[in-house]
């Protein structure tokens, strides 16, 4: 059964950082195309960083040059490091994978605020 699993959410400052986490299982993680999204309370869920299977990475306009996207196929994880992060940033965090199927983990939970 395809199970995928985000953590390393939670409470930071304005101008803090974050890392989170995606965990894989039960599928052929290095043929899924994989992606970060977010919602925020209130808005519709937004694509934040997606990285294809060899390693191309996209970004939201919103987080260029702030967030990465890595992955890791022989550890089945899609990693996302948030730096300089701000209020705005705040929401749950969601791990994506597709190919012949799509995926969606539970999402982890982002707040940024002093």
């Known amino acids: 059964q395809a199970q995928f699993v985000e953590s390393g959410g939670g409470l930071v400052q304005p101008g803090g950082s974050l890392r989170l986490s995606c965990v894989a299982s039960?599928?052929?993680?290095?043929?899924?195309?994989m992606s970060w999204y977010r919602q925020a309370p209130g808005k519709e869920r937004e694509l934040v960083a997606s990285?294809?299977?060899?390693?191309?990475?996209n970004y939201a306009d919103s987080v260029k040059g702030r967030f990465t996207i890595s992955r890791d196929n022989a550890k089945n994880t899609v990693d996302l490091q948030m730096n300089s992060l701000k209020p705005e940033d705040t929401a749950v965090y969601y791990c994506?994978?597709?190919?012949?199927?799509?995926?969606w983990g539970q999402g982890t939970r982002v707040t940024v605020s002093s």
């Open positions: 990285i294809t299977r060899v390693g191309a990475t």
């Open positions: 039960g599928v052929t993680f290095s043929s899924y195309a």
């Open positions: 994506n994978g597709k190919w012949l199927n799509t995926y």
